[in-house]
């Protein structure tokens, strides 16, 4: 199978660590390569019991308690942390783990959860993130033994010995929007990874072009980037079951069609065949419903199967 699924979930919905050790064990067991979660410190609707945990937190906790599943951040909010401490707890991870961290980092954009924890939320977010992408790879980067410095609008690292390193030699890096030239740009410069969030399905190919474009200028080859898109999933062994499933999640089944990896196991399977001919080669499936793993049962034993 070319096609990696990856489990993605919205803890901050209302999801105990041990709500999210079972889902990321059912996913490394399952097969899927991936477990990841949001970074986000409010809910977006009801009313989050029992409370956000910090992400960086749990897949520290997930390290140790699974073996071989990837981890990672989609994405984490680069108002959260200062660049020095996120490369610190990243690589801490990644050791932790044995080296199956990845790094996924955006601007951010819920202003309510900001004012809620009393983080500051800037206007202008953009160069935050690119600075912060700048250290973070840089503090990594350094060869042991040396130091690294950096001298920017919003951060400055001076002589800083730039440990601990992590386990891999590079911890991927994600990066993701729907800006027409920055975003693209600051992937292009820094991302082994470009992801389009929830994205109108016939949007997907344009974009591809865009980031194509965007690795030619940066003197990179296409096939240096992975492109992955995130879709909600909302799967049925029949009608029935797909119907329930949706509203489980407060969905419409026609939305869900039109938006995500949705419907019957013929439907859902179709859907990702047609994500892989526009030229996605990895896809997060939006798990909104933590409790229900037989969802990603029937993933893993009905749909891959159809993808090889």
């Known amino acids: 199978m070319s096609l990696d699924l990856r489990i993605f979930t919205e803890?901050?919905?209302?999801?105990?660590?041990?709500?999210?050790?079972?889902?990321?064990?059912?996913?490394?067991?399952?097969?899927?390569?991936?477990?990841?979660?949001?970074?986000?410190?409010?809910?977006?609707?009801?009313?989050?019991?029992?409370?956000?945990?910090?992400?960086?937190?749990?897949?520290?906790?997930?390290?140790?308690?699974?073996?071989?599943?990837?981890?990672?951040?989609?994405?984490?909010?680069?108002?959260?942390?200062?660049?020095?401490?996120?490369?610190?707890?990243?690589?801490?991870?990644?050791?932790?783990?044995?080296?199956?961290?990845?790094?996924?980092?955006?601007?951010?954009?819920?202003?309510?959860?900001?004012?809620?924890?009393?983080?500051?939320?800037?206007?202008?977010?953009f160069g935050i993130l690119e600075e912060q992408l700048a250290v973070v790879t840089g503090l990594w980067g350094t060869p042991q033994g040396e130091t690294f410095s950096h001298s920017g609008k919003h951060y400055t690292i001076t002589d800083s010995p730039a440990l601990p390193k992590p386990a891999q030699d590079r911890i991927p890096v994600i990066v993701g929007g729907a800006g027409a030239k920055r975003t693209p740009a600051l992937a292009a410069r820094f991302a082994d990874e470009y992801n389009q969030g929830f994205p109108e399905i016939d949007s997907i190919g344009p974009r591809i072009k865009v980031i194509e474009q965007a690795l030619s200028d940066a003197g990179r080859s296409t096939d240096s980037m992975v492109l992955s898109a995130a879709l909600v999933l909302a799967v049925g062994q029949d009608e029935a079951e797909f119907t329930r499933r949706a509203a489980a999640i407060g969905r419409e089944p026609a939305e869900l069609r039109e938006h995500g990896v949705a419907g019957t196991v013929a439907e859902a399977a179709e859907r990702l065949r047609d994500l892989e001919k526009a030229g996605i080669s990895r896809v997060y499936l939006q798990?909104?419903?933590?409790?229900?793993?037989?969802?990603?049962?029937?993933?893993?034993?009905?749909?891959?199967?159809q993808l090889d």
């Open 11 to 125: 803890p901050q919905q209302g999801a105990s660590y041990d709500d999210q050790l079972a889902i990321a064990k059912a996913t490394e067991e399952l097969g899927f390569s991936a477990f990841f979660r949001s970074d986000h410190y409010l809910a977006m609707g009801g009313d989050g019991l029992p409370g956000p945990t910090d992400s960086w937190i749990t897949l520290a906790g997930l390290a140790r308690d699974t073996e071989t599943v990837r981890l990672g951040t989609l994405v984490s909010s680069a108002t959260f942390r200062h660049p020095g401490v996120l490369a610190i707890q990243v690589a801490q991870v990644d050791q932790m783990s044995g080296g199956r961290v990845e790094l996924g980092l955006g601007t951010g954009w819920f202003g309510a959860e900001h004012a809620a924890y009393g983080i500051p939320f800037p206007d202008k977010r």
């Open 287 to 305: 798990v909104l419903d933590m409790q229900d793993l037989d969802h990603l049962d029937l993933v893993a034993r009905e749909v891959r199967p």
